[in-house]
């Protein structure tokens, strides 16, 4: 018998242990063919930008390396799962070299038929992934999927690297293990010592501890020491999370069972005992689950927010949709332009004056006390078609969408002072979400009503002279002809000084990039959430088999499968349900932390987000469970 008849002979017969891995290795082909694919997509790169570029690239390196770890730990399984067998090779004859060989063989035919079937199965799906990343950037022309060389060749090179990969963990693990450990590594077990009591309970309180100080430092972390704080709160959040895992809940199942005097009964032995048997050497693998579960979560939560309100930020920053400084003639020109065009605008007049001032304390951090601020009528904001609230004399509100955020610590009401020879204080009682003038102006408003704007206008304008009136000529266009107004604003002729942006030419651009951000990490966290949904199944799998003999000891004893099963379902509930609560317990604290970044509400798409999320995972902890169920009913 050749070495080639006995491979085939070696796959046939181990079928049931292939399938994992090989699903392992196709899942991951189609997911990063289809990747590749949309990199090399014409209509994609038409569509693109630097950016758009740049991103891909990124995004392909997480994406290698996430399926790099997926492939290599389902190796890991399917490798643990046939020790035996590949002791009993060595035990009939074969040299370690020659079960070696055979091995890499395997993997080559593995691997060859993966890749042929992942990149057939990526081209079927892969329209509907590039339908999806055009709708969300707003392509709305036809698009045609084209056979792209590029990521075929781009796929087979990475899988290449990744197969090498394995074929080096293959070897390891024929010449590093003894016969001995080879027919003995499913009979390892990890059997639960008395924990340390002080020592323990000690570094358990530590866990949660650590935790809960890393969750009050993220909702304190904006001042100076940003980056440490940052730091500061990943180290207490992983190494809390770890102790928790590691000690804190061995700590509890132990008390619990010792408050039961050893006496768990049938439901608490198929659910707790095994946790207490493999939670040190889960530790790990659950730690990390948890910690990048709320990192990816926080991602998608993070990019969802922002493409749920991209037109709300836009129209935040852009109250006009474009604005003319000190440029009358400029707007007189357009608007003919506009009128001949037949479209449909309002021109406002908007009058300011830029003056400098001072807070009556340093007012946030990374904000200086003294600057320059805009001054504006309420009443002419209001005439101008922006909705507007009136203060009250020696009252103002604060425009400033770029800092409105860091001034979410501040107390109001707090003083601002325009220093001239007669200081004039007003009381800011107000900070908008909004800007008054578009971002393009560069300076911080506030308004004012049109009382204390005349007189301010006379003391700091008139009289010093330091400040000049500016006029602002705003234009609001109707909706339908947006598009066809931003074309003849963006003209050379129009261009005085830079940025030159207008409204819908920002909303598109920011339509893109963020349609193309919650793209990306929808697809990396698909990708993440699949990967570690499968690591815990497959996990879910070896140890079903493991205790096989033991319902079947249960079965000849007597309980049914539904009194197994009770028990069994519990400990999924662990497994499955544990490292999903704390990552999402988590990635709430995370996501609050960086709220400062969004100016609109994020709770809808971050809970969106969140409950998708757990939805996948419950599906995998289904999945689980069934097979459980066919393992404790194929146990007779």
Do not use: C
């Not at 491979?7 to 997911?31: D, E, P, T």
């Not at 010449?175 to 009979?187: A, D, G, I, T």
């Not at 966290?525 to 088999?545: N, P, R």
């Not at 493991?546 to 079947?552: D, G, N, V």
């Amino acid at each position: 018998m050749t070495l080639f008849d006995l491979v085939k002979r070696s796959m046939r017969k181990n079928i049931k242990h292939y399938y994992l891995y090989f699903f392992a290795l196709i899942l991951s082909v189609v997911l990063y063919f289809v990747f590749a694919t949309l990199q090399h997509d014409a209509a994609v790169a038409e569509q693109g930008t630097g950016m758009m570029g740049t991103a891909f690239q990124v995004a392909g390196i997480l994406l290698i390396v996430i399926a790099g770890i997926f492939i290599v730990y389902a190796n890991a399984i399917f490798l643990k799962r046939r020790s035996q067998e590949i002791g009993l090779y060595q035990l009939i004859g074969l040299t370690k070299r020659a079960v070696a060989r055979l091995l890499i063989l395997e993997n080559m035919l593995l691997g060859i038929m993966a890749l042929i079937v992942g990149i057939a199965v990526g081209m079927l799906v892969s329209r509907v992934f590039l339908l999806l990343l055009m709708k969300l950037i707003g392509y709305e022309a036809f698009i045609e999927v084209s056979f792209s060389t590029a990521a075929v060749i781009q796929t087979f090179f990475v899988f290449l690297a990744i197969f090498v990969l394995t074929t080096i963990q293959m070897v390891f693990t024929v010449y590093r293990n003894s016969l001995l450990s080879l027919f003995n590594s499913e009979k390892q077990g990890q059997h639960p010592r008395k924990p340390k009591t002080a020592v323990s309970a000690i570094l358990a309180l530590l866990g949660i501890g650590l935790i809960a100080f890393g969750y009050w430092l993220s909702g304190r972390m904006l001042n100076e020491m940003l980056f440490f704080n940052m730091l500061a709160v990943l180290a207490t959040v992983i190494l809390g999370t770890y102790l928790v895992f590691r000690v804190t809940i061995s700590w509890l199942l132990y008390r619990i069972r010792r408050n039961k005097n050893g006496h768990l009964g049938l439901e608490n032995s198929l659910s707790l005992a095994p946790l207490m048997h493999r939670m040190k050497s889960n530790a790990n693998s659950l730690t990390i689950i948890t910690v990048l579960s709320a990192m990816t979560l926080t991602m998608i939560a993070a990019a969802y927010s922002m493409y749920y309100s991209t037109e709300q930020e836009t129209q935040s920053i852009m109250p006009f949709d474009f604005m003319f400084e000190n440029e009358a003639g400029l707007a007189d020109n357009i608007s003919q332009e506009l009128d001949d065009n037949g479209i449909s605008y309002q021109r406002e007049a908007v009058e300011t004056f830029v003056v400098p001032a001072e807070f009556e304390e340093k007012p946030a951090p990374f904000l200086e006390r003294a600057t320059d601020i805009a001054v504006l009528s309420s009443e002419q904001l209001q005439q101008a078609g922006l909705d507007v609230d009136v203060p009250a004399n020696g009252e103002a509100s604060f425009h400033d969408v770029s800092v409105s955020t860091l001034f979410n610590s501040v107390d109001l009401p707090f003083d601002l002072t325009f220093q001239d020879e007669v200081p004039t204080t007003l009381s800011i009682t107000e900070i908008a979400q909004y800007n008054v003038l578009n971002w393009s102006f560069f300076t911080s408003q506030i308004v004012v009503n049109e009382e204390t704007y005349q007189s301010l206008k006379a003391q700091l304008v008139s009289e010093t002279g330091d400040s000049a009136l500016q006029q602002m000529d705003g234009f609001h266009i109707a909706e339908e002809d947006m598009a066809a107004a931003s074309a003849i604003y963006q003209q050379d002729k129009y261009k005085v000084s830079e940025p030159h942006v207008d409204y819908y030419s920002s909303y598109e651009g920011s339509v893109q990039s963020n349609g193309l951000l919650i793209f990306i990490a929808g697809f990396l966290g698909l990708v993440f959430l699949i990967s570690t949904g499968s690591i815990l199944y497959f996990k879910q799998m070896t140890e079903a088999e493991h205790e096989k003999q033991s319902y079947a000891t249960l079965r000849q004893l007597g309980f049914t499968v539904k009194d197994i099963m009770r028990g069994i379902v519990r400990k999924q509930a662990f497994v499955f349900g544990l490292p999903l609560a704390i990552g999402l317990a988590h990635s709430i604290f995370a996501i609050q932390a960086a709220s400062f970044l969004f100016r609109t509400d994020i709770l809808f798409p971050a809970s969106v987000a969140m409950g998708v999320y757990a939805l996948i995972y419950l599906v995998f902890a289904v999945l689980a469970v069934g097979y459980y169920r066919k393992t404790v009913k194929s146990a007779l």
